[in-house]
Structures are given as C-alpha cells and as structure tokens.
C-alpha cells in the first residue's frame, strides 16, 4: 500500500514551457515533504521541500505547492531546461518519527526536449 | 569533500551467496538509512540506524542484516541472496535538525 504516489511515470516538456510533476499521499501524518532529483548512475540529489504549515515553497526555477486538504503536491519547473530531464521522486516525513523516515513515491522520469 | 560513498559499485551474486554492502559518510551524520530503489516502486526502506550503536527495521527488511560499525560506517548484510534482491541499493545519511538525506551513487546488484 503505497502511502506517497506518483501517477505519472514520466512527462515530455518542450523546452522553455513549464513541467508540472504530481505527487499525491495517503497518511494525513505526513508534516514535511520533499522532492529529490535522481540522474543515471547516481544517487537521489534533495531539490526542494515544504512543510505541511505552508502551501508554497519557491527556489529559483523551482516551485513547490502544497494542498493538505487535496493531499496533493506538485513541483513547478519554470522554465524547463535540458539539463533538468531526470527521474523525480517526492517524498514524505511522518510527525513524531524518530528516525525522520522517508517514504518516497515511485518517481516521474522528466525529458525536456531542446 | 566525499559525502557518502558506497561500494562496490556493482555486483553479480548467484543465488545463496553472501555479500556485504558497505557505505561510508565523512560528514559526522548521525542518521544512516539503507533503501532499495525497484522499477515503478520508488525508494524503499530496508533498515536505519538513528544513530551510533541503534539499528531498526524499515519497510523491506526480510533477507538483510545491517551494522552500524561506528558513527561513520552502516553495512548491509546479504546473508543468502535471491533473485528477488536484485535492485539498486542507496545508502543516505542525514544531519541532526534537517530532514533531507545526502545518498550515496548506488550499488547495482544482480542475483543470477
């Protein structure tokens, strides 16, 4: 029973348009989210996060929201660049876990096209 | 400035052979985790170890065994490996009061 979900296992963009990744989760426990960024042959990078008291975190080209009554966040790329194309995982912190846990969707595999 | 460095990078196992992953972090991390990453399944969680001389069950723990040698140092453990354990394995480390990892690149094991 996968607790955190990414529905789309990859998404096209042109490059220079936006790229939207979706994320939706289970456990209304989860109080802090993030989203990592996983080229080939290496490990997952941490690219952006957001706590569950806030909607919207902003970094650069990078955009993350946040719907706790949808259970729902999604990342925003404005723009989309060559270089962002990578596998992206979301991933979720349950409240009092002592070992600060990460439960991570199953990823999106992003390909922006020059 | 190495991070988390895990080796071998790859590995081939026939089925019931032994092998130890071992990962390493040079950041003074208290936290280590060990997770599997599988086609379609994200991350999964095999084992933690909060900190030094404490170890703990993730989601997939069935067939592994983890020691956390000291502060720097958590191995996974193989005992008798299956092809069902064929996927990439990450070891991640994290500081006191930040939830992001830090992962290491990864070590692809194929069980033949």
Not at chain 1, 8 to 22: D, H, T, W, Y
Not at chain 1, 62 to 73: D, E, M, R, Y
Not at chain 2, 12 to 19: D, E
Not at chain 2, 42 to 56: F, H, K, V
Request: hydrophobic letters at 30%.
């Amino acid at each position: 029973d996968q607790q955190v979900k990414q529905n789309s296992p990859s998404l096209s963009v042109q490059e220079g348009r936006i790229s939207i990744l979706n994320c939706d989760y289970t456990n209304s426990m989860f109080d802090y989210f993030l989203w990592y960024k996983k080229y080939p042959a290496e490990g997952p990078t941490f690219l952006i996060s957001i706590s569950s008291i806030k909607d919207k975190n902003e970094d650069g080209r990078f955009t993350v929201f946040l719907n706790k009554s949808a259970k729902h966040l999604s990342l925003h790329i404005v723009p989309s660049q060559p270089g962002d194309s990578a596998v992206y995982f979301c991933a979720a912190k349950r409240i009092n876990n002592a070992g600060n846990m990460l439960t991570f969707g199953g990823g999106t595999r992003l390909m922006v096209k020059p | 400035n190495a991070g988390v460095t895990q080796t071998p990078k790859f590995q081939v196992l026939k089925t019931g052979q032994s092998m130890t992953l071992q990962c390493a972090q040079d950041m003074n991390h208290n936290s280590m985790y060990w997770y599997r990453q599988d086609p379609g399944m994200g991350l999964r969680l095999i084992y933690y170890s909060a900190s030094e001389g404490t170890t703990d069950k993730g989601e997939v723990p069935n067939g592994y065994n983890v020691s956390r040698l000291n502060k720097r140092e958590f191995s996974l453990r193989l005992e008798s490996a299956a092809p069902s354990q064929t996927s990439v394995y990450f070891c991640a480390s994290r500081e006191v009061d930040y939830y992001g990892y830090t992962f290491g690149s990864g070590t692809r094991l194929t069980v033949v």
